[in-house]
């Protein structure tokens, strides 16, 4: 049969694989590596910490002159490597665009046989964040008095997302952009005023629609933050 046939000989390729390519398997004789990290840097210090995550996209090597070498993925934690590199001198890099670069977009590094050269590479994007909560008194400003409210769906685009059950929600290293989000009132639910007062106490949904927009912008290099879009929500 042919799809026994064909399990046959995946288990022969795997088992062929494991006995000539220990897992171990230093690069190729006389070759070099380049490994790092490509990650958001948090807080733009310019180094990576513990609690900084994977910037999730490539990194190239290049020639001096330019020409590509290899492009790879980072893993979920940012971790790159390239194997098998010739010994010589390169470029590293990666294309960061619509991010705050936190290091240099590309280093050169000296590619070693038997040894592993290291570039890491750091980039801001912004949060968007903000809460819902109950605008009791239907002035579209939150006072002290006022509860958050959990668990509101919002959609932007096709993408769904909520507040938790604490009434937070949190956009995390957004890229530049346009993000316009829907929010969904529960059932007998309406919004409140858009921008009343105080920006940092406003709410920021347009009554008819639902929609709060966030602005993600790089300004001589700088990107900027979005905090407090805020929804408030009256029981009508
Ligand atoms: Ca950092
Ligand atoms: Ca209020």
Redesign the pocket.
């Known amino acids: 049969m042919v799809g026994r046939n064909g399990v046959l000989l995946l288990a022969g390729v795997l088992a062929c694989s494991v006995a000539v390519f220990p897992a171990q398997a230093p690069s190729s004789a006389g070759t070099g590596a380049v490994a790092g990290l490509h990650y958001f840097?948090?807080?733009?210090?310019?180094?990576?910490?513990p609690v900084?995550p994977g910037g999730g996209s490539a990194v190239g090597l290049y020639r001096m002159d330019g020409g590509r070498v290899a492009t790879v993925g980072t893993e979920p934690g940012g971790e790159y490597l390239i194997e098998d590199v010739a010994p010589g001198r390169y470029r590293v890099g990666i294309n960061p665009v619509g991010y705050q670069l936190?290091t240099a977009s590309e280093v050169v590094v000296d590619v070693v046989a038997g040894a592993t050269s290291r570039a890491d590479f750091?980039k801001l994007g912004a949060d968007i964040t903000g809460v819902t909560w109950h605008d009791r008194n239907a002035d579209g400003q939150r006072q002290a008095d006022e509860p958050l409210l959990g668990d509101i769906r919002f959609w932007i685009g096709r993408w769904g997302g909520g507040t938790d059950a604490t009434g937070h929600y949190a956009l995390a290293n957004q890229g530049t952009g346009t993000y316009p989000l829907r929010f969904v009132a529960p059932e007998g639910i309406r919004f409140s005023p858009k921008n009343a007062g105080a920006p940092a106490t406003d709410s920021d949904a347009d009554p008819s629609t639902g929609i709060a927009t966030a602005v993600v912008a790089l300004t001589d290099g700088r990107i900027n933050q979005v905090p407090n879009l805020d929804i408030g929500l009256v029981a009508e």
């Not at 840097?41 to 910490?49: I, M």
């Open positions: 840097d948090r807080n733009a210090d310019g180094a990576w910490q900084e936190t750091g």
